[in-house]
């Protein structure tokens, strides 16, 4: 299948400050790429799609300030957890979509191996 | 209400079991279904689709019932190695590709 990754796979920082969660995919092009954000026995909860070469779409009740995505290239989307905070610690894993074409007939969905994030 | 809901388990059961997990659906227009597998502290992978017709995969059988909304996923001859969280995730139609997480429904197999 085809292959994402993420980096770091994990991050410890200090309350305050930044952290950038890279998202790429290796084996094909992405233009729609999705963040999405996992706390301990809960469900997958999508925060933003990232569109390359346009702003982020944010779902409701996430902070496009405080979560900045840049999607400058089809392979790479990134994900700024800004001034981070004990209650941002959680597994954020980012997803790229396959349009139909290459392997199979309609969009996939390829998730990164997500990343830990600890704010202490 | 959650759009994607399951029985959270845990399902503990012993080797060569047969297991069945169920899920629903709010968005009546939901276009595509899978079943995800989700192990400890790593990302989600795709188990399988799920058509219409329901399809198997080896020991793995999932069905659709869209007059119900409801999905469901039988594993056969339960192995240790199926341990694992198992995801309903649903696309809505609304929404482009973006995927609905079921919590997921956790199953042990026992030696």
């Known amino acids: 299948g085809a292959v994402v990754s993420q980096h770091p796979s994990w991050v410890i920082c200090k309350s305050g400050t930044s952290v950038k969660i890279e998202c790429r995919s290796l084996?094909?092009?992405?233009?729609?790429m999705f963040w999405y954000r996992q706390f301990p026995k809960q469900s997958l909860m999508l925060m933003a799609t990232?569109?390359?070469?346009?702003?982020?779409?944010?779902e409701q009740g996430v902070e496009k300030d405080k979560f900045l995505i840049n999607h400058a290239s089809l392979t790479l989307s990134t994900l700024t957890v800004t001034s981070a905070h004990p209650e941002d610690s959680s597994f954020y894993i980012c997803?790229?979509?396959?349009?139909?074409?290459?392997?199979?007939?309609?969009?996939?969905?390829?998730f990164g191996p997500g990343t830990r994030l600890t704010v202490l | 209400r959650k759009e994607v809901e399951q029985d959270p388990g845990p399902f503990n059961v012993p080797e060569g079991a047969t297991v069945a997990f169920n899920c629903t659906y709010s968005?009546?227009?939901?276009?595509?279904f899978f079943w995800y597998r989700q192990d400890c502290r790593k990302e989600p992978k795709l188990l399988m689709s799920?058509?219409?017709s329901g399809n198997e995969d080896g020991r793995f059988t999932a069905q659709l019932n869209r007059a119900s909304q409801y999905i469901s996923l039988l594993i056969r001859d339960s192995k240790l190695s199926d341990s694992a969280t198992y995801l309903c995730?649903?696309?809505?139609?609304?929404?482009?590709?973006?995927?609905?997480f079921g919590k997921g429904t956790s199953l042990l197999v026992t030696p």
């Open positions: 997803s790229a979509d396959r349009p139909p074409g290459t392997g199979s007939s309609y969009n996939e969905q390829f």
């Open positions: 084996d094909f092009q992405a233009t729609t």
């Open positions: 990232s569109n390359e070469g346009s702003k982020a779409t944010y």
């Open positions: 968005n009546s227009a939901s276009q595509s």
């Open positions: 799920v058509y219409s």
């Open positions: 995730v649903v696309n809505p139609a609304d929404s482009g590709y973006a995927l609905n």
